[in-house]
């Protein structure tokens, strides 16, 4: 072949890929090929791709969705740029375009599972012609398990004669030449390679080769020249090697003039001086050091690298003739892998546990997924590869949610306060606080200050940005500079390629952040202090959570059902919320409410001629402006979201819970009557968006009714003739409710998730240390099965053993031991681990503790009472009157639950500090008390069981006696 670079495919059955990464790894930096076609990779959605993926490789995936085994991959060096085509249903392939040079190759990759359907070629065949791909460069490949045709001679067996014949007559119709004449299974040859006539005739060289499987590999080289892209090199500021005693000097220098400047200069020039100032500083006195981008693994070593390099200098061997020369390169290769083995167990086992001591950053970086973003879009039902196209796209994307104001100045009232909001004070020491606190490994915002920059210089740079914050809110004015965001797209789930499945996050400047810091404390205090904000709202304020809205929601429903009765919820979600905000609409607003004109004039410069840009790889799309929404990426920008719709609340007669933008509205049912009321409220809800401008997604807005009621009130919520969707469960702030507030649907779902997340970390750390593994579970999987257990915590021994069963699997994969002698539990004072149900408990007790002591944002006499301490000796002051159960449900809720063990503590213990409390309860509870708790609560319930069938029996004996 004429050419270095020519362009190589690989293809190769795996029959799992999983436990064969480094095997895999090592024959992909072997032969180096530009793509890897995979058959029988055996994967599932809970597996990532960066358990697999090999150094410098990109990713597509087609899992099969039911069933153990099948799936096809295909995997792209970083240098390729390629595009994903829409699939073919029904069948296990992926199509993808290849960019090389001035033409396009499109290759199509297949898995077909012995005893398939014919109808899986037929399809082939008609999309090959759907798309005509016959008529250019194309390349089929992949196992297609026809052991029974010879392809030379194109003779077709007795054995799946239809599907053997149906893949010839599409070779045939296609002009494609099968080029894999050697076996690759046993005596057959099952993986093929299929090439459009055009590439044939350009010439190819095609070798079988060692696999990874029972089945060998196919390598074909062909005749056309692959671009060769050269690593991007980036710069970054070394400040380890700084002259930091220069950089002093030019800051205390320049700052008397600086300060002289201020007086006279508005605050777009006196930023625009520091800017200069500190980029000056940069360029004279802060080396750089260059680093190369790739996508190597954390594991390689020096030696991996040398053998690798050795690897490459060498692969014209691995089409040599000479058997010698294929018995060395397979050597070479063999003796890879085992280095990769050993760099990746010491990596794991040694290195990682030095990191989680030494750089905890650096450990979680290693551990945690990475999620890549793909490499092309469809945008206008086209597919796009060019950087600046693509940011484009997004930038076009992302301003579509934007709206225009459309004039109107609705009505509204507030709680308004007597008195007006004071301006706010700027001191040097509060800048420099804050200069401390801020994260030197975040990149800069848009004005091109470095943190590391800034908190190095910290007692100089705190002067400098004191007068320009001083000189921003006297002049209400906000530096131009500070208006503009940098948005990176990062992937939330679905197709990669689409445009919609990405959000934005802001990166602003972080100057203006701490600046929007001191105004964001000023004005919350002040709101917290006149009780301005709602009380139902229970996002981004102090002392409240998704837990406190969800612990005041699940008791009011358990109140009502305890009660007999019922609870009509609606839930309702809304579009874009943050974005969708009237700047002009929002204005009016905080004019009444902060009663500041100076403060009102930065805030609305502060909204105006904001604009954003998209970054997507090197490449920046052109700005464009933001003509509505709080400023994503801001500090200040959850707060105003608040203020906007805290009048939501207003003349609505039913209950209602607000966390930011989630909403519900629930109303007890006794009658039709209060189902139109709520109804009605609804209606209102949807008046006041309307008015606001604001949006509800009808698709994710649904009712339920939480009874349990054999035939209980029926209608059908909605308004303008749009009817909601009624749902039997659903997931509210991570939580899932279901109609008879049981929490079995919630346990599976968590468990399936931490079994999930668990299955990663086994995979990703099965050869790490003890504290590796333990750390892992305690931050990754853990959290999943204690979210808002203060809320659902079971009381049924299934959903409790459930739970625990996910910690037993954890333990054994910490502890190694997974022989049937070995007891999880009683592993866990070794391992520093508690019980789940206890920790669930002691949970509960915490909560109780800061709502007692008015800590929480859950009002405590709202739903407690305290005992009268006169009625007996016993009495204490903070003894809780114990709450009447008629249902489970009710019974085992927080309140009813956790009050009663709250009582059985002692008066003194419950009278300490917070920190003090759960100090000393946690070691009680862990030793005797919980213990003794639940032994007292069984034996009652054995007892009540034993007094009840005694009843029972006797009654039948007495009627037995009647009969007779």
């Not at 930096?29 to 960066?50: G, K, M, R």
């Not at 791909?133 to 004669?161: A, E, H, Q």
């Not at 020096?302 to 690897?311: A, I, S, Y």
């Not at 500070?482 to 499945?501: C, D, E, H």
Request: net charge positive; with cysteine; glycine share 4%.
């Amino acid at each position: 072949l004429p050419y270095e670079n020519s362009f190589t495919l690989l293809n190769l059955n795996a029959r799992s890929i999983l436990p064969k990464s480094t095997e895999f790894a090592g024959i992909a930096t072997a032969y180096y090929p530009h793509v890897i076609c995979v058959t029988e990779t055996w994967l599932h959605d809970s597996v990532l791709d960066c358990e697999f993926t090999p150094p410098n490789y990109i990713v597509v995936r087609c899992d099969r969705s039911c069933g153990r085994g099948g799936g096809v991959a295909l995997f792209f060096r970083s240098d390729v740029r390629f595009s994903v085509l829409p699939g073919l249903p029904n069948t296990e392939s992926l199509w993808c375009k290849v960019y090389i040079d001035k033409f396009v190759l499109v290759i199509g990759a297949v898995y077909r599972a012995p005893g398939t359907s014919p109808q899986v070629i037929f399809d082939i065949h008609d999309y090959i012609l759907k798309h005509n791909f016959g008529g250019g460069k194309f390349i089929l490949t992949g196992d297609f398990n026809t052991p029974d045709v010879n392809w030379k001679t194109l003779m077709v067996g007795s054995r799946d004669k239809i599907i053997c014949d149906a893949l010839v007559d599409t070779a045939v119709s296609f002009d494609l030449d099968q080029v894999v004449s050697e076996c690759t299974r046993d005596n057959s040859t099952l993986d093929l390679v299929f090439l459009s006539n055009s590439i044939a005739k350009s010439g190819y060289e095609c070798k079988v080769v060692d696999g990874i499987s029972d089945h060998r590999a196919v390598v074909v080289t062909l005749n056309i020249r692959a671009l060769q892209v050269k690593p991007e090199i980036v710069t970054v500021l070394d400040f380890n090697r700084a002259n930091d005693e220069s950089i002093l000097d030019e800051l205390s220098f320049g700052f008397d003039d600086f300060e002289t400047f201020s007086r006279d200069y508005d605050v777009d020039v006196l930023l625009s001086k520091f800017c200069s100032l500190v980029n000056d500083c940069i360029k004279r006195f802060v080396p750089v050091k260059y680093k190369k981008t790739n996508q190597a693994q954390p594991w390689i070593t020096r030696e991996v690298l040398q053998l690798t390099r050795r690897l490459k200098r060498n692969r014209k061997l691995k089409l040599s003739d000479s058997p010698s020369d294929v018995k060395w390169f397979e050597s070479l290769k063999n003796r890879l892998v085992e280095t990769m083995t050993a760099a990746k167990y010491t990596y794991f086992n040694v290195t990682l546990t030095n990191f989680m001591k030494s750089n905890p950053a650096k450990f979680w970086r290693s551990i945690l997924p990475k999620n890549d973003i793909s490499r092309s879009f469809i945008i206008e039902d086209e597919c796009v590869t060019d950087p600046v196209d693509i940011s484009n796209g997004f930038n076009a994307h992302f301003q579509s949610v934007f709206t225009e104001d459309n004039g109107c100045e609705p009505s509204f009232s507030f709680n308004l306060p007597c008195s007006s909001l004071e301006n706010i004070p700027i001191s040097t020491s509060g800048v420099l606080h804050l200069l401390l606190n801020i994260d030197c490994k975040k990149s800069a915002g848009p004005d091109g200050v470095p943190n590391s920059f800034l908190r190095r210089y910290s007692l100089w740079t705190s002067r400098y940005l004191a007068l320009i914050f001083e000189k921003s809110l006297s002049s209400g004015r906000v530096p131009k500079l500070w208006k503009s965001a940098r948005v990176v797209p990062i992937f939330k789930s679905g197709n990669k390629q689409s445009l919609l499945n990405y959000r934005p996050i802001s990166l602003t400047s972080t100057c203006s952040k701490l600046l929007e810091h001191i105004v964001y404390s000023h004005v919350s205090e002040y709101l917290e202090c006149n009780s301005i904000i709602c009380p139902q709202q229970h996002g981004f304020r102090r002392h409240f959570s998704t837990i406190t809205q969800l612990l005041e929601f699940t008791h009011d429903i358990a109140t009502t059902l305890n009660n007999k009765g019922q609870v009509d919820a609606i839930f309702i979600d809304y579009s874009k919320a943050f974005d969708k905000v009237s700047h002009s609409k929002l204005l009016l607003k905080l004019k009444v409410i902060l009663k500041n004109p100076l403060l009102l004039d930065w805030i609305t410069d502060y909204l105006k001629d904001r604009s954003q840009f998209v970054s997507y790889g090197n490449a920046n799309s052109s700005e464009g402006t933001v003509s509505s929404g709080v400023p994503q990426g801001s500090v200040l920008g959850p707060l105003l979201f608040l203020l906007y719709i805290n009048d939501i609340v207003d003349n609505i007669p039913v209950k209602v819970r607000l966390y930011a933008d989630d909403c519900v509205l629930y109303n007890d049912i006794h009658s039709a009557n209060d189902q139109l009321l709520l109804n009605e409220s609804f209606a209102r809800f949807f008046n006041w968006t309307k008015q606001w401008q604001m949006e509800i997604n009808f698709e994710k807005s649904v009712f339920m009714k939480f009874t349990n009621k054999k035939s209980p009130f029926v209608f059908s919520y909605g308004i303008d003739e749009i009817v909601l969707r009624e749902v039997s469960d659903f997931k509210y702030l991570g939580i899932i409710f279901t109609s008879n507030l049981k929490w079995d649907r919630h346990v599976d779902y968590i468990c399936s998730r931490a079994l999930r997340k668990l299955g990663y970390v086994k995979r990703t750390l099965k050869n790490s240390s003890k504290e590796v593994k333990l750390t892992a579970f305690k931050t990754l999987v853990r959290p999943i099965l204690e979210y808002g257990s203060v809320v659902w915590d079971v009381h049924l021994k299934k959903d409790i053993n459930l739970i625990d069963s996910v910690q037993a699997k954890a333990i054994r994969f910490i502890s190694n031991r997974y022989d049937r002698h070995f007891s999880p539990s009683s592993a866990l004072p070794t391992l520093g681990l508690e019980s789940l149900s206890l920790r669930r408990t002691i949970e509960r007790l915490k909560l109780l503790h800061r709502i007692v002591n008015n800590v929480s944002g859950i009002e405590c006499m709202k739903y407690i009472s305290f005992s009268d301490i006169s009625r007996t000796r016993r009495s204490h002051p903070l003894n809780i009157v114990p709450f009447r159960s008629r249902v489970n449900c009710f019974k085992n809720s927080f309140f009813p639950r956790t009050v009663e063990l709250w009582n059985s503590i002692d008066g003194a213990t419950r009278m300490l500090q917070y920190d003090d409390f759960v100090k000393k309860n946690s070691r009680k509870l862990t030793s005797f008390d919980v213990w003794c708790f639940w032994r007292i609560i069984m034996l009652l319930n054995m007892f009540s069981f034993i007094v009840l069938s005694t009843h029972v029996f006797s009654c039948v004996i007495h009627s037995c006696n009647d009969l007779d």
